[in-house]
């Protein structure tokens, strides 16, 4: 039987020590490039539909185009509830002091979880494929969802923000497959705003 990480192989989904997800990943120019954007994020959600196909994702999921071998900025997530949001040249402008630890699972390598800390809420600057920029704020489940894809779009794993010495957790022992977040929600999406209008 295959293992988690083969069949994101399979799937096509980069794997750990691939080049492109070292990198950071290129931003689109917008409206310019929106025929560009239009074409990754089609693809990226042709393959979140095949991946949700052999694996649950009770807690939402993301994928960023870096892990298709793409080194552009863009990503794309399903949040818990089935929104979609795609989040073009994303930045995190503004965190609260409040973290907390959850752990998370990546796709580029699946057969672990890894408790990893983060902001309990962002605010994220991006664009829409016309160019315009727009700051959203999220909080708990959601923005560690969108920080997760973020880090991808900067090169960045989620063991680099584990604490030294931490071990990850095979997914054999891993007792979190299926549930939700334990933040009580699974994260929402707190507010968002045109940045002409901070």
Not at 14 to 23: D, I, K, N, S, Y
Request: aromatic content about 6%.
């Amino acid at each position: 039987m295959p293992t988690p990480s083969q069949n994101m192989i399979e799937l096509g989904i980069a794997q750990e020590g691939a080049a492109v997800l070292a990198r950071p990943a290129v931003p689109f120019t917008l409206p310019a490039e929106a025929p560009d954007a239009h074409r990754v994020v089609t693809r990226l959600r042709a393959t979140m539909s095949r991946v949700a196909a052999v694996h649950p994702f009770a807690k939402g999921m993301g994928l960023a185009a870096p892990q298709l071998g793409v080194g552009r900025a863009v990503a794309v997530v399903r949040a818990p509830d089935g929104r979609e949001l795609v989040l073009l040249n994303p930045r995190v402008v503004d965190e609260s002091p409040e973290t907390d630890e959850q752990f998370e699972g990546c796709l580029s390598f699946f057969d672990v979880r890894g408790l990893v800390r983060r902001p309990s809420r962002i605010e994220v600057a991006h664009q829409d494929v016309d160019g315009h920029l727009t700051v959203t704020g999220f909080r708990d489940g959601l923005a560690r969802l969108v920080a997760h894809e973020i880090d991808h779009l900067e090169g960045r794993l989620y063991r680099e923000r584990m604490p030294p010495g931490a071990e990850v957790v095979p997914v054999s022992r891993y007792r979190g497959t299926g549930t939700g977040w334990s933040y009580g929600a699974a994260g929402r999406t707190v507010d968002q705003r045109a940045a002409e209008g901070r």
